[in-house]
């Protein structure tokens, strides 16, 4: 195959879906990554063309990152590029937080970025050529309320991606950050009541801005965006 390869962690919903059929409409072979097969097939189900593939995987587990993009390697060809946006959240007061909540956070936040991206490097130096989409989150930028440990798989995400687009600025391997605040996704459900979620930015509006912001041009480099709500 000599399609374009768009590879998307968390593509079961929220921005990650909505990024999916920005990709697929710009004719890539959309390779939808998450936990769930359901929501994968959701999302492939919305998209404009059947030009895509599900793979089911837990980003925290090096094993299963590596045979995933392994069976991509071999049955589709290299990644162009890969969307870092798988992400998990719980929230309450530091002391509260259970050690399986700290373990998510950092494991799939922090730990499942890190996989992926080894997967797709040596490939990318290779050719010198690909995209490395970091999504990150505004609670990589501050500290927040109640997102103590939230925010510290972030700010981890941020140094990672910051050394990335050191070790890669002589390259012509692009590297992006998107810090945005809270998206009207099924990631507040259980945390949010309607009220709260109302005044929330729409994903894809989110996924609009990334897209064309990360797109590769001539002569220029746009290496983050911060979008905040109103």
Known sequence: MNKKIAVITGAGSGLGASLAKKYAEDQYHVCLLGR???????????????????????????QEVSNVFKQIKENLGVVDILVNNAGVGMFD??????????????????????FCTQEVLSDMKERNGGSILNIVSTAGLEGK???SVYCASKFGMRGFHESLQAELKDTDIHVF???????KTEFWDGIF?????????????????????????KNLNVEQVVIKNH
Do not use: C, W
């Open 36 to 62: 769930t097969e359901e929501k994968l097939e959701r999302t492939a189900h919305n998209l404009p063309n059947e030009d895509y593939s599900i793979f089911k995987v837990d980003v925290s587990s090096k």
């Open 193 to 217: 009541d309607a009220a709260q979620t109302a005044g929330l930015m729409d994903p894809e509006d989110i996924a609009d801005i990334i897209y064309h912001n990360a797109k590769v041009r």
């Open 93 to 114: 007061l530091a002391e509260n937080l259970s050690e399986d909540a700290v373990h998510q956070m950092i494991d799939i936040n922090l730990k499942g970025t890190i």
């Open 177 to 183: 950050g998107a810090y945005m605040g809270g998206m």
């Open 145 to 147: 309320m109640t997102e």
